[in-house]
């Protein structure tokens, strides 16, 4: 009996580890493809995500950096702001990331 249940220990760890995370496409390091000085870092926070987004401010043009959850869910990041979700997808033609307004493509990490 002990055998059997290691064994189906060990095949149920093997079948998790194999297992595609959900929504880890998105995760990493992100640049505007408009504006080099806008990027976006998505995190993996447990079952959630964290989007860190980092935009110069109007004047100073100092880099200013805000975080947002996101959950993912039917293919797509969805990430909330004051209330408003928006959808995040990835564009497999070219593997970039549309927020819905703005184009993103991935970069290393710094």
């Known amino acids: 009996m002990m055998k059997w249940m290691g064994t189906a220990l060990a095949a149920a760890l093997l079948v998790s580890g194999c297992a595609k995370v959900e929504g ?3 995760v990493g390091h992100w640049v505007n ?3 080099q000085e806008e990027t976006m870092d998505v995190e993996r926070n447990g079952e959630t995500f964290m989007v860190r987004s980092t935009t110069p401010k109007f004047f100073s043009r100092k880099p200013q950096t805000e975080s947002y959850p996101a ?11 004051d209330g408003e979700t928006v ?4 564009d497999e033609s070219n593997g970039q990331l549309n927020t ?3 184009q993103y493509r ?5």
């Open 100 to 102: 819905g307004g703005e």
């Open 106 to 110: 991935r970069v290393p990490a710094k």
């Open 33 to 35: 493809v408009q504006t």
């Open 24 to 26: 880890e496409k998105f």
């Open 87 to 90: 959808n995040f997808v990835i």
């Open 71 to 81: 959950v993912y869910k039917d293919g797509a990041l969805q990430v909330t702001n």
